[in-house]
């Protein structure tokens, strides 16, 4: 091989070796690939590592269900129930208890009323009796009402289906608690028509009334 085929070979190499380079460079130009200065997703208290951040939204708040359930369909709620809970509750007056406890009669029933079922003790400690909106909470979310609770139901998320299945168990007793009347408060609390009827006070006369000033 003489010197000139070796200059030829010689320039060829540098001649790749230098486009190779340029290539390099201008695809740095192009596509920046630098490593981020910090984690795109931040793990742990949002708030205390960024002060100035906007605080979480708040978690949406349950529609109440106690002034649709005059004009609920009774049928839809009885048709979703037997898709959705006769597997596991029986609905009938004595019935067993099977993967879920009976629910005759659960409506104004205390939390843990089917005798002889083994509740958690998350959803048996609960207060008061299974009023309307109690219901409806459950209803919608068992896990976020009980955390803990040993029911896997996903939950109901159509508010109007919800007041259905509702209006269905409360027929599921010999006396059906009575309806909310209209405009009614749909506190979760026990509601008024749920509580005892006070007995009037006595009628206040000039023997027993109260003097202002002695």
Same mark, same amino acid.
């Given at each position: ?5 070796? &200059? ?6 540098? !001649? ?18 630098? /490593? ?26 349950? %529609?109440?269900?106690?002034? $649709? $359930? ?5 049928? &839809?709620?009885? !048709? ?9 509750? *029986? ?5 067993? &208890? ?24 998350? #959803? ?8 309307? %909106?109690?219901?409806?909470?459950? $209803? ?8 803990? !609770? ?21 027929? $599921? ?5 009575? #309806? ?5 408060? !749909? ?18 006369? /000039?023997?027993?009334?109260? *003097?202002?000033?002695?």
């Amino acid at each position: 091989m003489n010197s000139l085929e070796l &200059n030829k070979a010689f320039a060829a190499v540098l !001649t790749a070796g230098i486009t190779f380079m340029l290539a390099g460079q201008v695809g740095k130009l192009l596509v920046h690939g630098e /490593a981020p200065h910090e984690s795109a997703i931040k793990i742990g208290d949002v708030a205390a590592n960024n002060p100035g951040a906007a605080p979480a939204a708040a978690a949406p708040a349950i %529609e109440p269900v106690s002034g $649709l $359930l005059a004009n609920a369909n009774v049928e &839809n709620g009885k !048709t979703i129930v037997q898709r959705q809970c006769a597997a596991c509750h *029986s609905l009938n007056e004595g019935g067993r &208890n099977g993967v879920g406890p009976n629910l005759y009669g659960i409506v104004g029933a205390p939390h843990g009323h089917a005798e002889g079922f083994n509740y958690s003790a998350v #959803l048996k400690g609960k207060p008061g009796p299974w009023n309307y %909106e109690e219901l409806n909470h459950w $209803l919608y979310k068992p896990a976020s009402y009980a955390p803990g !609770t040993r029911m896997a139901y996903p939950g109901l998320a159509n508010t109007q289906q919800r007041a259905d299945v509702i209006a269905y168990l409360r027929t $599921l007793a010999a006396n059906p608690a009575p #309806l909310p009347p209209a405009g009614a408060a !749909t506190s979760r609390s026990p509601p008024c028509w749920a509580a005892p009827i006070p007995r009037p006070a006595a009628p206040c006369s /000039a023997a027993n009334a109260p *003097s202002a000033i002695r």
